[in-house]
């Protein structure tokens, strides 16, 4: 069996085939024999319908609230990625790190006792 080509299709075109199955009362299978579409797309379209109309189960996202959360998880995600950059390069104005942990990882710190060996004398 040959598979079939994705097609895509209109926002219009897809209201037209819902409108068919929801207000005309026809069945499902057959508007898709009828149109050359896959049932699973028209189950699909009509749930996503009912979603945008209000009628449907609670909890479930309408396709702006879906596009939203899509473009606030990109968002998250690349604001996590910038605040890493910024705790690996946090560095106070005299060259050493905030952090005690993180004074190992330079040259001039190797081990603690060469951390506090650098003490400078004040008021002498």
């Known amino acids: 069996m040959e598979k079939r080509k994705r097609r895509a299709f209109s926002d219009e075109y897809k209201a037209e085939v819902v409108k068919l199955i ?33 009628s449907s189960p609670e909890g479930a996202l309408t396709e702006s609230e879906r596009d939203e959360l899509r473009r606030l998880r ?23 790190c905030n952090s005690y942990s993180g004074c190992f990882r330079h ?16 008021g002498f």
């Open 74 to 96: 990109k968002e998250v995600g690349q604001l996590r990625q910038e605040r890493e950059i910024l705790k690996k390069s946090v560095v106070d104005s005299t060259g050493r």
């Open 107 to 122: 040259r001039e710190y190797s081990d603690e006792t060469n951390l506090y060996s650098r003490r400078t004398r004040t």
């Open 22 to 54: 929801v207000d005309g009362g026809r069945p499902l299978a057959q508007v898709c024999r009828e149109m050359d579409l896959t049932p699973s797309a028209v189950r699909s379209w009509v749930r996503q319908a009912n979603h945008d109309n209000d």
